[in-house]
Each structure stands twice: as C-alpha cells, then as structure tokens.
C-alpha cells in the first residue's frame, strides 16, 4: 500500500514540473487589445492599394464616362435651322431646285411663285404630298427667311407634334394655348394651332420686329391665306 501511495505522488509531481516547464502559446484570440491583428504579406503592400497605399480607382474612368454619355443624352438637341432639304438663309434658285427634288412637296415651278402685295418680297406656296397639307417660303433681299408648313390634320395633331418637339428641342421659351415658341441665336421656330409650324432667321426676325415689318409680312401672308378660300 504504501508503494502505491508513493507511485501515484511521483507521477503527479512530473506532471507539474512538465507543465511548469512547457512554453506559453499566445494565439490571436488571447493577443492584448491594442495590437491589430493583419494578414499583411511581409515585404507586399496591403490589399485593394497601389505601391504608392493609394487605392485602385482603376474603374473610375469607364464610370465618368457612363456619367459623361448620360449628361449628353439629356441635353436637348439644336434647333433645326430648315426643314427636310430646305435651309433659311437660301437663295431662290436653291429654294427651287431643292422644291423639285423634295417629295413632301408637289411644286410646280414658276406658277408657285408670287410677290406679297404692297412689296418686293419674292413667296413660294406648294402644296404638299402626304403629310404636309401646304407650305410657304418667304424671301427677304433674296434670301429665304421663313418657312411654315401647314400640316395634314387627318394625319397629325397638335398634341402629338408638341409631344415631340418637345421631348426632341427640350421646353419652349414661351408658351400659350394657342402656340408655343423655341428659340436659338439662328431660328426661332413655332408650334402654331390648328397645326402650323414656322422656321423664321433669328437675325432678320429680330431686324423685321425692329422695323416693325415683321407684323406687315405676317398679315399680308394671312391675308393671301384668306383670299385662297374663294
């Protein structure tokens, strides 16, 4: 019994000398507060940064990009300075070649082409083919100056020609049930009930308002309008 007793003290005294001995292991879990802890590649710069410890912004261009394209889509377009093959600023001659080839207007040559009454101001009147109904092109000094088209009302509407100038030309600068109005430095176009669009230059638009023979151009044009009813 007492050999027993011995034995079992023995082995319990190595037992404490071997784990008095054996070295401690600190693990991440039992590493104090204030030290972090990485997984930092010795002698390697840290994930997601360039040599420099500057972030990759490698993606950044295709983004301004993305932001530039969207900005632009956005931006109305410019307002047409003419319609289809037809420019203000022409010269006759050109005005009636381009009226020839045109195929949304029946023009028939010199018949088409008349004076204003009371002046020296050259007019153009066509019929058109589908969905223009009639047109005018009025010159000043030789040079065209307004267009306006008086369209098909069995094939548009109002609402529709407003839905898409607007969405194509952005808001109009003045607006009232009975028209609305775009403006550039080069054109001033209208939208006209009950369905009339106008292109008149900008620069002998303004130079007429300042004479005041814009309003006379105007009531002669009306007055031909009139007087084809009979």
């Given at each position: 019994?007492?050999?027993?007793?011995?034995?079992?003290?023995?082995?319990?005294?190595?037992?404490?000398?071997?784990?008095?001995?054996?070295?401690?292991?600190?693990?991440?879990?039992?590493?104090?507060?204030?030290?972090?802890?990485?997984?930092?590649?010795?002698?390697?710069?840290?994930?997601?940064?360039?040599?420099?410890?500057?972030?990759?912004?490698?993606?950044?261009?295709?983004?301004?990009?993305?932001?530039?394209e969207?900005?632009?889509?956005?931006?109305?377009a410019?307002?047409?300075?003419?319609?289809?093959?037809?420019?203000?600023?022409?010269?006759?001659?050109?005005?009636?070649d381009?009226?020839?080839?045109?195929?949304n207007?029946?023009?028939?040559?010199?018949?088409?082409?008349?004076?204003?009454?009371?002046?020296?101001?050259?007019?153009?009147?066509?019929?058109?083919?589908?969905?223009?109904?009639?047109?005018?092109?009025?010159?000043?000094?030789?040079?065209?100056?307004?267009?306006?088209?008086?369209?098909?009302?069995?094939?548009?509407?109002?609402?529709?020609?407003?839905?898409?100038?607007?969405?194509?030309?952005?808001?109009?600068?003045f607006?009232?049930?009975?028209?609305?109005?775009?403006?550039?430095?080069?054109?001033?176009?209208?939208l006209?009930?009950?369905?009339?669009?106008?292109?008149?230059?900008?620069?002998?638009?303004?130079?007429?308002?300042?004479?005041?023979?814009?309003?006379?151009?105007?009531?002669?044009?009306?007055?031909?309008?009139?007087?084809?009813?009979?």
């Amino acid at each position: 019994m007492g050999s027993v007793v011995r034995t079992a003290l023995a082995g319990l005294f190595i037992a404490v000398v071997m784990f008095v001995a054996a070295p401690a292991q600190v693990t991440a879990q039992d590493a104090p507060l204030d030290e972090t802890v990485t997984d930092e590649v010795p002698g390697g710069d840290p994930a997601g940064t360039d040599g420099g410890g500057e972030a990759d912004d490698e993606e950044a261009p295709a983004t301004d990009a993305a932001d530039e394209e969207t900005v632009a889509a956005e931006q109305p377009a410019s307002l047409p300075t003419g319609f289809s093959s037809v420019e203000l600023g022409m010269p006759v001659d050109t005005v009636k070649d381009r009226l020839r080839a045109d195929s949304n207007f029946f023009y028939r040559g010199d018949p088409d082409v008349t004076l204003t009454p009371d002046r020296e101001q050259q007019l153009i009147e066509v019929e058109g083919t589908f969905f223009v109904e009639r047109a005018f092109f009025q010159f000043e000094d030789e040079e065209l100056y307004i267009i306006i088209l008086q369209l098909n009302r069995s094939r548009l509407d109002y609402f529709t020609m407003y839905t898409e100038l607007e969405g194509k030309y952005g808001e109009p600068v003045f607006f009232e049930p009975s028209q609305v109005v775009w403006e550039s430095e080069d054109v001033r176009m209208s939208l006209e009930k009950p369905l009339t669009v106008k292109y008149v230059s900008r620069p002998v638009f303004d130079s007429l308002v300042a004479s005041g023979e814009m309003e006379r151009s105007q009531r002669d044009l009306s007055r031909e309008d009139f007087l084809e009813q009979f």
